[in-house]
């Protein structure tokens, strides 16, 4: 969450500091990291309760960020937007209030039902703020086509 209120919290005007991109990317390998922790640690005690938690941390939190940040890196002026950024920061909040609810859901906490709930709908709403911007990007001719260029 500290990475989110960096790159948030990090606007000069108009101009963002961080990248929709970098945040990704980042966010990404933190994402992952702590999912193969709690694997590790799921194997060591034998105890796979919480696999359906620790499967959507990584299929969201590493795959689905990483395929973010490579959309954005090829759409330099999309990577610098505001919107971008808050859709990366809306998708990583709710990936991690999801994962805890589902992980307190199967491991027979029904509190996490509240969780998992809000959290899938915020994954929901991110989803779709990133298929607005794409469909927004893709049918711009001036930024649709704004990808990196190969060298002449």
Same mark, same amino acid.
């Given at each position: 969450m500290l990475l989110i &209120? *960096?790159? @948030? #919290?990090k606007f000069a005007g108009e101009r963002i500091i961080m990248k929709a991109s970098s945040?990704?990317?980042?966010? %990404?390998?933190l994402l992952v990291l702590a999912g193969m922790v709690w694997g590790l640690q799921m194997a060591i005690s034998r105890d796979? %309760? &919480? +696999?359906?938690a620790h499967a959507h941390?990584? !299929? +969201? #939190? =590493?795959?689905?960020?990483? !395929? *973010? #940040?490579?959309?954005?890196?090829l759409h330099p002026? +999309?990577?610098?937007?505001? %919107? &971008?950024?808050?859709?990366v920061s809306v998708w990583i %909040?709710?990936? /991690?209030?999801?994962t805890i609810g589902v992980g307190l859901v199967h491991t027979g906490r029904e509190a996490g039902d509240p969780l998992a709930a809000?959290?899938? /709908?915020?994954?929901l709403a991110a989803m779709l703020m990133f298929g =607005? +911007? @794409?469909?927004?990007?893709?049918?711009d001719p001036a930024t649709g086509r704004n990808a990196i260029m190969p060298a002449e």
């Open positions: &209120a *960096f790159a @948030v #919290g945040l990704s990317f980042q966010a %990404a390998v796979h %309760a &919480a +696999l359906p941390l990584n !299929l +969201l #939190g =590493w795959v689905s960020l990483f !395929l *973010f #940040g490579f959309y954005y890196r002026s +999309l990577d610098r937007s505001r %919107a &971008a950024l808050v859709q %909040a709710g990936t /991690i209030v999801m809000v959290g899938s /709908i915020v994954v =607005w +911007l @794409v469909y927004r990007c893709e049918r």
